[in-house]
């Protein structure tokens, strides 16, 4: 294995951590935490490595963060749902309707005004995203979305928008990691 391209790999993964803005993420943990105190339901949903993504933040904010904010105001947990969890209804939509409403479908399910949603996408371009951020937009959801730098639709769309200034799908997918492992841990450590 050639060491230069380890380093450079490192080097460009700091770069990425370094590009992400504090003040914005600063601010989703106040849009988080007021879900919670709001008793909203945070819905969040990806493809890909960004859905194994969703699945691990919802993880943290659904069992580490819950326990530590239900010692503030006991019985009072993060309401938290990854949408790209259940596979019998995601196949069952996309079979049925089309795969660019399986997150849109679930939302109409599940969601209300007020409630918090949540994407991870490095294209932002991902039209079953794209339709979910659409519909949520339109029936009064506040919706947040992480993205490469390509930006996408996703961008244009979302309330709320961190961009992750690369467009490598590992690198840009670490960094949309990190930003949730810091959502969760400002619960968790704070």
């Known amino acids: 294995m050639n060491q230069t391209y380890l380093q450079n790999y490192v080097q460009q993964q700091k ?3 370094d590009a992400i803005p504090l003040d914005r993420v600063e601010h989703l943990i106040g849009l988080v935490h007021q879900c919670w105190k709001d008793g909203r339901q945070l819905f969040a949903f990806g493809n890909g490595g960004s859905a194994s993504n969703v699945s ?3 993880t943290d904010l659904g069992k580490s963060a819950s326990d530590r904010m239900s010692q503030q105001e006991p019985g009072k947990r993060f309401r938290c749902l990854s949408l790209n969890e259940n596979l019998s209804w995601i196949t ?3 079979n049925d309707y089309a795969y660019e409403d399986v997150y849109l479908r679930q939302l109409q399910n599940y969601a209300q005004p007020g409630d918090l949603v949540l994407t991870l ?3 932002g371009n991902s039209p079953n995203v794209v339709n979910a951020i659409e519909w949520a937009n ?3 959801l506040t919706t947040i979305g992480l993205v490469g730098s390509k930006r996408g639709r996703v961008a244009d769309i979302a309330h709320e928008v961190i961009v992750i200034n690369d467009t490598h799908y590992g690198r840009v997918e670490d960094a949309q990691m990190t930003i949730c492992h810091m959502i969760c841990y400002s ?3 704070q």
């Open 56 to 58: 691990h933040f919802i």
């Open 15 to 17: 770069a990425a951590y």
């Open 138 to 140: 339109t029936n009064g």
């Open 92 to 94: 069952a939509i996309g």
């Open 187 to 189: 619960f968790i450590e």
């Open 121 to 123: 996408s490095v294209s």
